[in-house]
C-alpha cells in the first residue's frame, strides 16, 4: 500500500528563517495536498499540486511537486510565529484514496 | 464571511447510540468531504461528494456509518451503532472543486 513519509517530524526555527518541509510517497503520486493545522483548532486547506514541476503560492508559503522524484516540499519564507502549527500532505493514490503523512510539527521562535 | 459549520462541536455519548453530525457547506459549493481525525491514526478522509452525489466514500466503515447530503446545504454523517473506537474529531469540508477546500470548525465526539 501507498505511504507518505513526512520530514522532518518536527522543526524548531526562529523567526525571520526559511524552511524547507518533505513529503515524499512510496508509489506514483496522483495529486498532492497541503493543509495546516493548530493544536486544538481546525484544519487549513493550503493547496494541491496536480502535476510534475507545478508549483503553487500562498502568501509565504510555495509548495512544488517533483512527480519523478515522488515527493512535494513546502517551503515557508521569512517564518513568523503565526506560521506555527502541524503541516500534513495528503495524496491520492492510484485507486483514488486519499492517504496523509503523519505531520510535520513546526515551532516558530520569537 | 462565509463558513462552513459544524453541529455539534462536542459530542458525548454511549456505546451503541446513534449519533447524528451535520455539516452546513458554505453557499454555492458543490463538494463537501468528511474527515476524522484521531491520534492514532491521524487524518482519514471518510467521504466526498460533489452536487450531493456520493463520488467516494471508501473509508468509511460501511456497516455502521452512513454520509448523506439531503440538500445542498445540509451533509450528514451517522454512526449506528457507535463504538468507543470512533471516538475522533470529525471535520466537515466543502470547495467549489476539490482544489479547494474549506474546514468547519471539526465535531468532538467521545463514545463511552
Known amino acids: 500500500s501507498q505511504e507518505l513519509e513526512q520530514s522532518p517530524q518536527s522543526l524548531i526555527v526562529q523567526e525571520g528563517k526559511n524552511l524547507t518541509i518533505n513529503c515524499t510517497s512510496s508509489?506514483?503520486?496522483?495529486?498532492l495536498y497541503w493543509y495546516k493545522q493548530k493544536y486544538g483548532e481546525g484544519l487549513i486547506f493550503l493547496m494541491m499540486?496536480?502535476?510534475?514541476?507545478e508549483e503553487k503560492s500562498h502568501e509565504k508559503i510555495t509548495a512544488k511537486l517533483d512527480e519523478k522524484k515522488q515527493q512535494s516540499s513546502l517551503h515557508i519564507t521569512a517564518s513568523q510565529p503565526s506560521h506555527a502549527g502541524i503541516y500534513l500532505c495528503?495524496?491520492?493514490?492510484?485507486?483514488?484514496?486519499?492517504?496523509f503523512g503523519q505531520g510535520t510539527e513546526l515551532s516558530v521562535k520569537p | 464571511d462565509a463558513r462552513v459549520t459544524q453541529t455539534p462541536r462536542h459530542k458525548v455519548t454511549e456505546m451503541g447510540q446513534e449519533v447524528t453530525m451535520r455539516c452546513q457547506p458554505i453557499?454555492?459549493?458543490?463538494?463537501v468531504f468528511w474527515y476524522r481525525q484521531t491520534m492514532m491514526q491521524g487524518l482519514e478522509l471518510l467521504a466526498y461528494?460533489?452536487?450531493?452525489?456520493?463520488?467516494?466514500d471508501s473509508g468509511m466503515p460501511k456497516d455502521r456509518f452512513s454520509a448523506e447530503m439531503p440538500d445542498a446545504t445540509l451533509a450528514t454523517l451517522k454512526i449506528q451503532p457507535s463504538e468507543p473506537r470512533d471516538s475522533a474529531v470529525y471535520f466537515c469540508?466543502?470547495?467549489?472543486?476539490?482544489?479547494?477546500?474549506?474546514f468547519g470548525p471539526g465535531t468532538r465526539l467521545t463514545v463511552l
Open positions: 461528494f460533489r452536487n450531493r452525489a456520493p463520488l467516494d
Open positions: 495528503g495524496a491520492g493514490n492510484q485507486g483514488g484514496k486519499l492517504i
Open positions: 453557499l454555492g459549493h458543490n463538494t
Open positions: 499540486l496536480q502535476k510534475g514541476g
Open positions: 469540508a466543502s470547495g467549489p472543486s476539490t482544489d479547494t477546500q474549506y
Open positions: 508509489k506514483t503520486l496522483y495529486g
